[in-house]
Structure formats: structure tokens, C-alpha cells
């Protein structure tokens, strides 16, 4: 009874706010949603069982993808009005990508409520005195090590890539070097001298 | 606790869901009640190093001091800026309030004294954590103002660097541990270092995380000397410049709620969490009850916190990211590599 009216509670929250995401007027006001969606969609996770993917959903899509989005749409200037002046101009291309999708929805519902596709009985068996981040590490680990490995290659090359882009030198900057600070001694910066009266020092 | 509400002759299902009430109950009003006495001690500690007397004048010792202020504050006019974002204003302060709130969902106070022991405790401690970061940022940008604004985005670049390698090293903890469960993680250090210390970090290889997750606790839940986020001399009162009453009043509870979390963090991941420091059975440590040691951890790293707010100066903003993300992360990364090596030689081999 519980599960259900959460799982309704959850897939409704999850569908209005995915909604609110597209009408809201404000750009912040969507990566707000979305985050809302995000969530829900966590929620979801768990009542499948699936309790690692919900934590890892909220952990990279809350925690750090939707923060980023966050910071990009909070300094953008914001003009409301161009916003909506390109609406006619996009439409045509708006309103394929918009057919496209729903007849793929339509397919897919037809495909599935015509049967024959027993998904069901595809997904693999719950082994159930193991936890999910066991089963997860197991098969990642072994059956799919070099698919794992290569996502982990693509990474680094996209992030030596996002550094290769941004980096540049630049002449003319006072940076701190810290270890250089540490080996500095009383006796390098400073000097103790007894000038007589009236003689003064020279620096 | 559910089984206490059965035995009264309750219907499972209800029993569940009083002893779930009364379990968040039991561990938030304690916790409201901490957080107005932890804010007195901060202020006690403070002053005395700095050689001044402190709050004295409400109660005895003072000690009504923080109930003065919640009074004073709960009586203020909530004043909401007309530029600002009236929803987002005022989601902000609650989003950080709740989150703080609901990391302690998972900590273990004694043996199996825990609201939820899920098999993901530490993941959910992470999650929640990262949630914390949204309370900040839209109360930076919804009160339509420049410090805010500044100190906003201060704090939440600062709060996303020091996840990172405060994740790495949970990774650490874990791979020791080889749980996720926080009492599972709790268990795994009796009798941890040297045969008879109950800490991980009386371990040579988890001293370091030990040390660094303290620093990151820090820099976490921005305390000195990692306050950017509220550096006055710059920023005004940082991304709260423009919330009043009540309002700033959650943002104050949520901010001692997430320290007090640390502080537990700290204690129950590395110093033995509700276990005695040792596990000699000549003295009857076992017999005094799980939370007293605990409580006492918490305690000893708010001090430590309170110590290090009073006497270390505030750092500057690339030297916080320089230590971030050039001296945590890589010793952390590095760390990963030798846990997971030496554990594949004495453990798994």
C-alpha cells in the first residue's frame, strides 16, 4: 500500500516537474525542475530496489551536473523577450523533432501492448543475499572490464581535451609559490644591526 | 523500536510507522536542542582563547543565551527584498535546514540504535551532502544582490572541490571496512589498530585520510578558516547579507547541524563512532552505553573545530582551491592505490 502510493506520488511529481522543466519561464526556474525530476526519478529507483543507482543518480545529477547548469544559467544575462522572438524561426525544426519523438512513443507503445516482446522475462534474476553494489561491481569487473575500461579512457580524453582548450599562458602573473614561502628563513629576510648614534644604516 | 510498539498490541503496519515518527523525533529535537547549546560552547571556547568571558548575562553562565537569540530573531519582521525571488527566497534557508537534518537519518548512536540502516549509508550521506550546495546557491541568486551573488558562487565552487576528494577518501574507509553500512563501518574498527585500539585511524595507511577528512570537514561546512563564504571584510555576511528573522535563523540551524554532522562524521568514520576508544575488557568500557562515547567524539572534534575557528587565520580564495585540488585530491587518488594494494596483498590474496 505504501510503495504504491509512493510510486504514484513519485511518478507524478516526476512527470509534472519534467513538464515545468519546458514551460518555465525563467531558465532557472527549469534547472530547478529538473533537479525536482532528478529526484524523483531516485525515488523511483529505489522502490525498484535498485538503491545504488538511486544514491549515484542524486550524487552526479543533483550533486554535480545540475549544479553546473545551475552556475551557466545564473550568469547568463537573461533577455525574456529574445528568448521568445525566435519562436517562429525554430518552429518548423521544433515541430519535427516533436512529430518524430511522438511517433516513436507511439511505435513503442504499439510494439509493446501488441506483445510478443516478453522484456520481462529478459531482465536477469534478482539474487537477493547479494547487495546491489556487489552484483554491480561483480559483473563491472569482470564480463564488462574492457567496456569499462574504455568509458574510462574516453573520460580522460575528454577531460585532457577540456584542459588542452582552456589552458593558456599567461605573461606578466605573480603566483605563489608555496614551497618556495616554506623554505624561507628568519635569517634570509631579515638582518639585526647596532647603528651608533647619529650614523644611521644603509639598506 | 517497532517491535516495542507490537508488544503494546499495535498493527505492524502502524507500529512501523509510529516507531519511524518517533525515531525522527527522538534525533531531531535532541538535535535542535545540541545545536542551541553547541552555538553557546562556540562562543564559550572562542572567547576564552581569546582571552574575553563570553555570552554571561542570560541564565546562569550565560546559558540561555542561544534561546534569547532564537527569541529575539523568531520576533523580528521577515523582510524580503523587492527585487528579490519570493519562492526561491524563501525555499533557500528551508532546503538547507531539512538537508541538515536529514544526513542524520543514518548514523548509528549505539549497536543497531539506527533510524535507517541501509545498505548505502555512506552513499546517502553523500547525496544528502551534495544537496546541501542548492540551499546556498539560489539564496545567492534569488536575493537579487552582489555579495550574495559573489559569496554564493564562493561557496558552492568551495563546497563542490571538497567533495571530491572527501569522497575519494570515504572510498578509503570503505575499502577498509568493505561496507557501506555506517554500523557495519562502526563494527569493522573494533579492535582496528594494533589488535586493541577501536579507530581506523590509529592505522598508518588511514591516518592521513583521517587528517585530510577533518581539514575537508572544515572546509565542508565552511568554518574558519575556510569562511570565505561569509568573509566580512569583503562580502558583507556572504550569501545570508539579505535574510532576516526566522529565515536567517534556519540558515544558522542548519549551518551547527551540519558541523555537529561532521563532527560525527569524523568520530564514526575514523575514531571508533559509539565503540570505546580500547577493546580491553579489564575496565568495563562496554558496560557504559554506545552514545556516551559517541557523544564525547562529537564533542572533542567540536572543540577541535571551535580551537582551530579562534586561532588559524582565514585562508585566501586560490589558496583554498590550491589545496583543494592540487594537494586532496592527488594524496587522496594516490591514497585509493595504496589501500586498494595493500588490501589485495593481505586480504584478498
Known sequence: ?203 | MTETFISWGMDPTWAWGVATIAGILLIALPLMLSVAMIIYADRKIWAAIALRRGPNVVGPFGLLQSFADGLKVFLQETIIPTGANRGLFLIAPIITFTVALMAWAVIPFNSGAVLADINVGLLYILAISSLGVYGVILSGWASNSKYPFFSAMRASAQMISYEVSIGFILIGVVLFADSFNMNEIVKAQQGHGLGFVNAFGFNLLLFPLAVMFLISSLAETARAPFDLTEAESELVAGYQTEYSSMAFALFWLGEYANVLLMCTLNAVLFWGGWLPPLNIDLIPWFDIPGWVWLFGKILFFFFVFSWVKATVPRYRYDQLMRLGWKVFLPISLIWIFLISGYLMLTRYS
Open chain 1, 1 to 203: 500500500m505504501i510503495q504504491l502510493t509512493a510510486f504514484y506520488l513519485f511518478a507524478t511529481v516526476v512527470i509534472a516537474s519534467a513538464a515545468m522543466v519546458i514551460f518555465a519561464r525563467n531558465p532557472v526556474h527549469s534547472v530547478m525542475w529538473l533537479i525536482l525530476a532528478f529526484f524523483n526519478a531516485a525515488g523511483l529507483m529505489l522502490l525498484a530496489g535498485a538503491e545504488f543507482i538511486a544514491m549515484l543518480l542524486v550524487i552526479v545529477y543533483v550533486g554535480a551536473v545540475a549544479v553546473l547548469f545551475l552556475f551557466v544559467v545564473m550568469m547568463l544575462n537573461i533577455d525574456f523577450a529574445e528568448l521568445r522572438a525566435g519562436f517562429v524561426r525554430y518552429l518548423p525544426l521544433g515541430a519535427l523533432v516533436a512529430i518524430i519523438l511522438a511517433a516513436e512513443l507511439i511505435f513503442a507503445v504499439g510494439a509493446w501492448s501488441a506483445g510478443g516482446v516478453d522484456l520481462a522475462a529478459r531482465a536477469a534474476p534478482v539474487v537477493s543475499d547479494k547487495s546491489n553494489i556487489q552484483q554491480i561491481g561483480e559483473l563491472l569487473y569482470t564480463r564488462y572490464i574492457f567496456l569499462f575500461e574504455a568509458a574510462g579512457i574516453v573520460l580522460l580524453v575528454a577531460m585532457i581535451g577540456a584542459i588542452v582548450l582552456t589552458h593558456r599562458q599567461r605573461g606578466g602573473v605573480r603566483t605563489q609559490n608555496i614551497s618556495l614561502q616554506n623554505q624561507r628563513r628568519p635569517q634570509d629576510a631579515t638582518r639585526l644591526v647596532d647603528p651608533g648614534v647619529g650614523q644611521g644604516m644603509e639598506l
